[in-house]
């Protein structure tokens, strides 16, 4: 029994590699999946190579390099061969919804689907209120083809069901961390304005995540001159986040792309995370700085709730800059709420996001197909 997995619409290896995220991918998925499956077919939608360690796991890319919107009809056909070698389809996001859809209406391969993210609200904060048209349209024609959806809490599982997709078939699995690389490490004690604040960001440098009213609370911020803004990403906006920067007179450092494994030590040698985006899925990037116990500043987005709340595990603020530096400037100034929070975050990612318990689930969903 071979599994084939459609990495999500223009996804490839080499762009998670890129990222830093595809050790990440192959050692708590794709190995996870040869021990239960066998053979694993990765279908890319670029013209790449990717050397795997494991013989188990095959590489299908696209090798004509036919552009990405022609090749999710094209797919089905190029690699036939590949598609009828599979028992099961595990669509990475819904995004590559319409290639799976060819291919079970083809070869009858059932196909399962994560809907991690509210993709029309990012196309619309990024501007493209046709492409979030569009979108809806796709949701509504092709809702009921997987044959399971897998949610990550229960916002978008609302949002699936007002779509049409029966209950039966919507899994909620969250997101996932590992609990056991990604813990706290102890840190020298600091009071607020004396030495300098480590505070961290991962992530795009896009609309959606709210970075340039970030850049601008750290301006505002009362403990500017002892801020270390550190940067983790890259995105449409750096040119623009540099240059709020460099007028406020923040300190900062950013870092392009750092490898999955990498990550713990900047969560761990952080003082603060922030994390004030418009609109979210279930940010790994939270589960993380969380799991090492990283306080973090979360803006509320619809369905944080589900993740954090306010003066427990996390702080809770709104969108704007003002809000994003009064958020800052009480938690750095309250060492009895960064302790309280450090606690609770990572007691409660322990109890809810262990990866390896939430993957094996996930595996037994995709075997009940």
Request: glycine share 8%; net charge positive; hydrophobic share 40%.
């Amino acid at each position: 029994m071979s599994i084939g997995i459609l990495l999500s619409f223009k996804s490839s290896m080499s762009a998670l590699k890129k990222s830093g995220q595809d050790n990440r991918f192959v050692e708590y998925y794709l190995e996870k999946y040869t021990q239960s499956f066998g053979d694993v077919y990765v279908f890319s939608w670029n013209k790449e190579v990717y050397n795997f360690q494991n013989d188990k796991i095959i590489l299908v890319p696209n090798k004509w390099g036919v552009p990405n919107f022609l090749y999710i009809f094209l797919m089905p056909f190029i690699e036939h061969r590949a598609f009828r070698k599979c028992s099961k389809l595990r669509l990475m996001q819904f995004t590559s919804v319409v290639t799976a859809s060819i291919v079970k209406t083809l070869f009858g391969v059932k196909f399962i689907a994560t809907y991690g993210y509210p993709y029309g609200s990012f196309f619309k904060i990024r501007g493209y209120p046709l492409k979030s048209f569009m979108w809806g349209a796709i949701e509504k024609l092709f809702i009921n083809f997987p044959d399971g959806i897998i949610v990550t809490y229960n916002t978008m599982h609302d949002h699936i069901v007002s779509l049409g997709m029966p209950e039966s078939r919507i899994h909620e699995i969250k997101n996932g961390v590992d609990v056991e690389i990604f813990k706290p490490q102890h840190k020298t004690d600091k009071s607020a304005g004396s030495k300098t604040f480590n505070i961290l960001f991962v992530g795009r440098f896009e609309k959606e995540k709210n970075i340039l009213n970030l850049a601008k609370a750290y301006t505002k911020s009362r403990y500017k001159k002892t801020i270390q803004a550190i940067f983790v990403g890259r995105g449409s906006l750096e040119k623009e986040l540099i240059d709020v920067l460099d007028d406020g007179g923040v300190s900062y450092k950013i870092y392009p792309s750092v490898p999955h494994a990498n990550l713990v030590e900047f969560y761990q040698s952080a003082d603060v995370y922030m994390l004030p985006s418009l609109r979210e899925g279930q940010p790994k990037t939270l589960l993380e700085a969380m799991s090492c116990g990283l306080p973090a500043v979360v803006g509320a987005y619809p369905g944080h709730e589900t993740l954090v709340n306010d003066g427990d595990n996390a702080v809770v603020c709104g969108h704007s800059a003002d809000e994003v530096q009064s958020a800052l400037d009480g938690l750095l100034g309250d060492e009895q709420t960064i302790d309280i929070i450090s606690v609770q975050a990572r007691k409660y990612i322990v109890e809810n996001h262990n990866i390896h318990t939430l993957v094996s689930r996930e595996i037994q969903i995709i075997k009940s197909l």
